[in-house]
């Protein structure tokens, strides 16, 4: 299984970014996708997540009416549209993949990608 993260970089606040995430040997439509990020010296925290077809979505409360996560199953391909980008958005961001059910628990999740790091300069 891997998981390819791709789409991060350096931005201005206010800015935008797209996230991708393609997912290579796991059924994709059986795994809820997720988006999480961890800042230098904090704990991974949850971002967003996006049921196996789609039809629901969980953000962080940090992140909600800014961010916007998306799948398209015919690509193995999960999206994070980061809008108004603020300077503590910055962080490595991780997708990840997992079928429990608990999209917001990291430890529920199987696989990880390698991360793509976001900053946000002010």
């Known amino acids: 299984v891997q998981l390819q993260a791709s789409g991060g970089g350096l931005v201005q606040a206010g800015g935008s970014l797209r996230l991708s995430c393609a997912a290579s040997?796991?059924?994709?439509?059986?795994?809820?996708m997720g988006w999480f990020r961890q800042a230098p010296g904090e704990e991974r925290e949850f971002v967003a997540a996006?049921?196996?077809?789609?039809?629901?979505?969980y953000y962080a409360d940090s992140v909600k009416g800014r961010f916007t996560i998306s799948r398209d199953n015919a690509k193995n391909t999960v999206y994070l549209q980061m809008n108004s980008l603020k300077p503590e958005d910055t962080a490595v961001y991780y997708c990840?993949?997992?079928?429990?059910?608990?999209?917001?628990?990291?430890?529920?999740?199987?696989?990880w990608g390698q991360g793509t790091q976001v900053t946000v300069s002010s």
């Open positions: 990840g993949a997992e079928r429990a059910a608990s999209p917001k628990d990291p430890d529920e999740y199987d696989y």
């Open positions: 040997g796991l059924a994709f439509t059986k795994y809820i």
């Open positions: 996006i049921s196996w077809m789609g039809g629901n979505t």
